[in-house]
C-alpha cells in the first residue's frame, strides 16, 4: 500500500537484541514455541546456569545432554514404522531359509506367547509365517517373482504375512521370559542381507512417507480365508510420524550453549542417524552422537541377523552402561549428563542413576510404570524452584506440543 513504512524484520529483531542488551536483560535461550510456560522458564534456566557464560558451567567439564529419540525427540517410533514400511513393501532381501532361521520355536524355554497374544503356539504362528514368507518370496522377493507388488498385496498368504509379522514381535516384547531384551535385537534381524547404506537408504524414504502420512490408529487382521495353524489375529498400530519444533530447536540451543547433545536409542543406529542427522530433518545431531542398538556385518558389508558382539543393548539399564562406555569412558568425560530427555519405562534409569544430573524432562504419554512415577514427582515438584523433573505434554492426535503438562492422549478431544 502506498505511504506504508516496510520495516525489515532483520532490522527489528537487531534493534530489539541491541535494547535488551543496554537494558541488561538477558534474552531466553529457547524459542518459546508450545512448551509449557513453566517448562519454558526451567530450561532456560538451567541453559543460562550451565551454558558458556552460566554461573555454573565449568569448561573442564563441559555438560551434556542425553535423550532418548523415539517418542522424545520425534513422535511416534521410527524403529516401528520402519518394520512396517519394510513388510508392506516387501523389502527384504533373506533368502526362504534365512527367514526361516530367524524364528526359533522356543526362547529361553517359553514355547507360547502371553495371555495377551491368545497364547498361541511360537511353532505355529512361526509356521504360518515360514509358509507365508516362501509364497512371497517366489512369486515377488526373490528372483523368480513375476507378480508386481500391487497384485502380490492381494494375495492370502501377503495379508497374513503383514498381520502375523508385527503380531509376533509385539508378542515376544509382551511375554515373560522372551520380552524386551529378545525382541529388541529381533526385529532388527529383519534387515539382514543389508548393506548399511541400503538400510540408510529406506529409512530415509520411510521417514519422508511417514512424515507426511496420516497420524492415525490402523488395525491388520489376517484373512479368514486362508487355513492356518495360528488361525486370525489382529494388529493395530499408530500411522504416521512428526518431528517436535521444541526438541530441534533445544538440541540447537544447547548446542549454541556449549551443551553437547547425545542421542541415545533403543532404535537401530544406522536408522536413527538418518532420522537425527544433520542437514536432514532438522536435528542435526552428529553420526558420532547417537548411541543406539548396532548390528554385525559380514566381510560384504551386508548386515548379519545378529547382535553386535559385546555391545550393550541400549534400554533400561543398558542405556546407562553405554552412556558410561562411550562418553564417560571413550570419550574421557568422566562425569554425569547434566540433563536427560525421556517417555517410556526403557528410559527410567537414564533419567535415575546418575546422581549429578540436574534436570530430567518426562512427555507424558498418559503411561503408569516406572516413567508414570516419574510424572507424578514432576507434578509434585512444580512449585520447587529448583525441580528434579518435569513433565511436558502433546497433542497425540496432531502430533503437536501444546503448553501443558498433560498430553491429549491419541483418540481424546481434550485434556482429561
Request: aromatic share 12%; net charge negative; charged share 25%.
Amino acid at each position: 500500500m502506498r505511504g506504508t513504512l516496510l520495516f525489515p524484520v532483520g532490522v527489528f529483531f537487531l534493534l530489539s537484541s541491541c535494547a535488551n542488551k543496554e537494558a541488561g536483560v538477558q534474552p531466553d535461550s529457547l524459542n518459546r514455541l508450545s512448551w509449557s510456560e513453566r517448562n519454558y522458564r526451567v530450561l532456560n534456566q538451567l541453559i543460562d546456569d550451565y551454558g558458556i557464560g552460566g554461573q555454573d558451567y565449568d569448561e573442564t567439564k563441559a555438560p551434556y545432554a542425553v535423550l532418548d529419540w523415539d517418542q522424545t525427540c520425534a513422535h511416534f517410533d521410527v524403529e516401528e514404522a520402519l518394520m512396517r514400511y519394510q513388510m508392506f513393501h516387501l523389502r527384504y532381501k533373506m533368502t526362504k531359509e534365512q527367514f526361516e532361521a530367524l524364528l526359533s520355536n522356543e526362547i529361553n524355554g517359553v514355547t507360547r506367547l502371553s495371555e495377551d497374544f491368545n497364547r498361541l503356539l511360537l511353532a505355529d504362528i512361526h509356521q504360518d509365517l515360514i509358509s507365508d514368507y516362501n509364497f512371497l518370496y517366489d512369486h515377488y522377493i526373490g528372483p523368480q517373482g513375476k507378480m508386481a507388488l500391487g497384485e502380490i498385496q492381494n494375495t492370502l498368504p501377503y495379508q497374513d504375512f503383514v498381520a502375523k509379522l508385527p503380531f509376533l514381535y509385539a508378542g515376544y516384547c509382551d511375554t515373560p521370559g522372551i520380552g524386551d531384551d529378545y525382541g529388541y535385537p529381533w526385529v532388527l534381524y529383519l534387515f539382514a542381507r543389508y548393506t548399511l547404506d541400503e538400510m540408510k537408504a529406506l529409512a530415509r524414504e520411510t521417514v519422508s512417507y511417514e512424515l507426511g502420512n496420516r497420524l492415525a490408529k490402523e488395525t491388520l487382521h489376517s484373512p479368514p480365508g486362508l487355513v492356518t495353524k495360528a488361525g486370525v489375529v489382529s494388529y493395530s498400530y499408530k500411522s504416521g510420524l512428526r518431528v517436535f519444533p521444541e526438541m530441534q530447536d533445544l538440541i540447537a540451543t544447547f548446542n549454541d550453549r556449549g551443551i553437547d547433545v547425545f542421542i541415545v536409542s533403543a532404535s537401530f543406529k544406522p536408522v536413527v542417524e538418518i532420522f537425527s542427522g544433520v542437514g536432514t530433518f532438522g536435528y542435526n545431531v552428529p553420526p558420532d552422537h547417537v548411541i543406539a542398538m548396532e548390528l554385525e556385518t559380514g566381510q560384504d558389508g551386508r548386515i548379519l541377523p545378529q547382535y553386535q558382539d559385546g555391545w550393550v543393548k541400549t534400554y533400561a539399564h543398558g542405556k546407562v552402561e553405554a552412556i558410561n562406555r562411550v562418553i564417560k569412558t571413550g570419550l574421557g568425560r568422566n562425569w554425569d549428563p547434566l540433563f536427560s530427555a525421556a517417555d517410556s519405562d526403557g528410559d527410567y534409569e537414564m533419567s535415575t542413576e546418575f546422581p549429578d544430573m540436574k534436570l530430567s524432562l518426562i512427555w507424558d504419554r498418559g503411561k503408569g510404570g516406572r516413567i508414570g512415577e516419574l510424572c507424578s514427582l514432576a507434578r509434585q515438584q512444580e512449585t520447587s524452584s529448583n525441580p528434579r523433573y518435569i513433565v511436558q505434554g502433546r497433542n497425540e492426535n496432531t502430533g503437536v506440543a501444546i503448553p501443558a503438562s498433560k498430553s491429549i492422549l491419541f483418540g481424546e478431544n481434550e485434556q482429561e
